[in-house]
């Protein structure tokens, strides 16, 4: 169970890092967070025990190499539509032989710890939110090396000519949704989901998906702060 942080602010991921997730991603793809507010949000939550996650802004090995860098455990490539895409994101994970990151890892080194062993344990988790990722997604579950698949509900909806508003409440994307869970059992690797509130997160979790982010910070504070005074207003 984890959350979504999209606004730049240290304190406000050790805030959520204090809330009992089990993981924190970052997100420099979408939201407010660049590259040069990156690395201190992940030592915010990795202090805490919680593991930093980075969504990385593509399928740039560069990208992916500098967050892992910086101390993130697991990196979520976006829109991954086939075999060999994944391929590029796992590689850029691991150190040769097996991967094709090069050795810098500034920060890494003492968060994680200095041998080849402890750098190399990371997660990749690739996107699948597209109709190519869709059609590819047997073949991008079995790629050696990815860890998890992260179904992006709002663009796998647009794909489809859907709406993003609540996508999981149509009946062609819950089987598409299902499709992409079994597909990671049947690979033995981590079956990952978009939500925004609580309620949706328990239906993933009884379905079985096992990487469930339950809120983004940004619309978490917006509905709250709007429930709130709302209730206010109405007393």
Sequence with gaps: MGAWLSIPDPF?????????FDYLCVDTQHGLIGPDRMPDLVRAIGLRGVIPFVRVPSNNPADIMKALDAGARAVVVPLVNNQAEAQRAAEACRYPPTGTRSFGPIRARYSQGPSLDELNNVACIV?????????????????????????????????????????????????????????????????????????????????????????????????????????????
Excluded: W
């Excluded at 406000?12 to 009992?20: C, F």
């Excluded at 073949?139 to 179904?151: E, M, Q």
């Excluded at 949706?200 to 709250?224: P, Q």
């Design 12 to 20: 406000l991921a050790e805030i959520l890092a204090h809330q009992g």
């Design 127 to 235: 996107q699948v939110e597209t109709a190519a990722g869709m059609d590819n997604v047997e073949a991008i579950a079995a790629t050696p090396g990815v860890d998890g698949i992260y179904i992006g509900p709002s663009d796998l909806a647009l794909a489809y000519g859907e709406s993003p508003s609540h996508p999981d409440c149509h009946k062609s994307m819950a089987t598409r949704i299902e499709r992409i869970r079994k597909v990671c059992a049947d690979n033995n690797i981590a079956s990952g989901i978009h939500c925004i509130e609580g309620n949706m997160s328990a239906r993933y979790r009884r379905a079985g998906f096992e990487l469930i982010t339950v809120l983004v910070d940004s619309v978490h504070a917006a509905r709250t702060a709007s429930a709130e005074l709302r209730l206010a207003r109405e007393a």
